[in-house]
């Protein structure tokens, strides 16, 4: 890897989609500037498009127009395919019930295999019609919202902010109780479109009881998305692994985004973080420190902080992170399946991994699951141990489209 690299790094993902599901809901005319343009991004772009939205882009100003001032006039029912996008099916639910026609909604075989029961209770005990493949999809939803009160265990924190979205545009005041919550800094992301937008709420500072009054409405207008940390995340560590120095630009320090936290588990490892304007300058040390981890609140981080474990001087676990079974692969068998080919000692436990110090590493042929964090972070793992050959990269554009060019630039291959 060069060393002193700088890069921009891509439009988050997370506000990426909320700003297309709330403008699209305004009824209005807006402008997303610096969107993330990706599979998942155009999955749920898409979807607008078909309930009557109109959105461009403009590579110019890179930025997403939208007239969503049709939105919900035409066809009755009306089938969506949301592709891989998990994000932009959760969140699209409740506010598609709004609409008060029949809405089907559809992904791929990986999406179709991530449960989404709970969350169609819940809009059940709302007032809500639906139906769903024994809590997958497809399933098809039918509103409006009557408002009330739903209890939901949030193992993901896309079906607390499914909910919160939705609730703004039911008939009725909306009670949420969450018995149980993970990935909590996902939901302060929603809270913080919530408050830009004036909505009236309230949320318990644990998240686990919150109050959405209905009848409220979104409003169009102007919205700015700043740079994915998630995204961000893969450079942090490949500068990590090879003690190198490398800026990230693009990045917002008082953005809410869960990944940010990624920066704090490099610094526990022995990287040296300084904010910059406008970014992030990190530097890997001579060797990283191994430790104890609890990622609930990033779970999409656990691949690449299990490469970034590998270099440790001790055993690193990461801990406390059970839904990362359930994302676009059981991302915690996958990577301890992969690395295990690469020859790391990998411990397997329910909620995470045990990655043990001192593995000889050479290359293999592994494979990705059509997972993009996976084959980012075996790409990332590629470029300090020779021969490592993935079956499939396509699956990058579903967040990150550019990865391999601006791996290629930083890498100098």
């Known amino acids: ?41 155009m999955s749920t772009l898409n979807a607008l498009k078909a309930l009557g939205a109109r959105i461009d882009y403009s590579e110019k100003e890179n930025a997403f127009l939208v007239d969503s001032t049709d939105l919900g006039k035409g066809e009755e029912s009306i089938t ?6 998990g994000t932009g099916t959760y969140l699209l639910l409740g506010l598609a019930a709004s609409l008060g026609k029949e809405i089907t909604i559809k992904g791929d075989e990986s999406l179709s295999g991530r449960p989404i029961g709970p969350l169609c209770d819940a809009y059940r005990a709302l007032g809500a019609d639906v139906r769903d493949k024994s809590g997958y999809l497809p399933l098809s939803i039918k509103g409006p919202l009557k408002g009330g009160k739903a209890t939901i265990e949030c193992r993901t924190s896309q079906y607390l902010s499914s909910l919160l979205l939705g609730s703004v ?14 990935e909590k800094p996902y939901v302060t992301i929603t809270l913080s479109w919530l408050d830009s937008q004036n909505i009236e709420y309230r949320i318990s500072d644990d998240y686990l009881h919150s109050y959405v009054k209905g009848r409220q409405h979104f409003s169009s207008g102007e919205f700015q998305v700043s740079g994915d940390y998630s995204s961000a995340s893969f450079f942090l560590v490949l500068a990590a692994i090879h003690g190198k120095d490398i800026t990230i630009l693009g990045l917002d320090r008082n953005d809410s985004q869960g990944d940010k936290r990624v920066l704090e588990v490099l610094e526990e490892m022995g990287c040296t973080v300084t904010w910059i304007e406008n970014g992030v300058r990190l530097k890997g040390p001579e060797k990283l420190k191994g430790g104890t981890f609890d990622i609930n609140d990033i779970p999409d981080a656990l691949p690449i902080l299990s490469v970034a474990a590998l270099f440790a001087d001790s055993d690193v676990k990461l801990t406390n992170v059970p839904q990362a079974r359930i994302k676009e692969t059981d991302r915690i068998r996958a990577m301890h399946l992969e690395l295990e080919k690469l020859g790391a000692s990998i411990i397997e436990e329910d909620d995470g991994l045990i990655i043990k110090s001192g593995a000889k590493l050479h290359g293999a042929e592994v494979s990705g699951y059509k997972d ?34 601006l791996l290629s630039e930083v890498n100098g291959d």
Request: proline share 4%.
């Open 1 to 41: 890897m060069k060393d002193n690299s700088a890069i921009w790094i891509p439009g988050s993902k997370s506000q990426s989609i909320r700003a297309l599901l709330i403008s699209a809901f305004s009824f209005g005319k807006s402008i997303i500037r610096n969107p993330l343009v990706s599979a998942d991004t």
């Open 80 to 85: 969506l395919d949301l592709g891989n996008s």
């Open 169 to 182: 545009l039911s008939e009725g005041d909306v009670e949420i109780e969450c018995p149980l919550l993970y």
């Open 372 to 405: 993009h964090r996976i084959i980012m972070s075996l790409s990332i793992l590629g470029t300090a141990v020779d021969g490592i050959k993935i079956d499939d990269v396509s699956h990058v554009n579903v967040t990150f489209p550019t990865f391999f060019e």
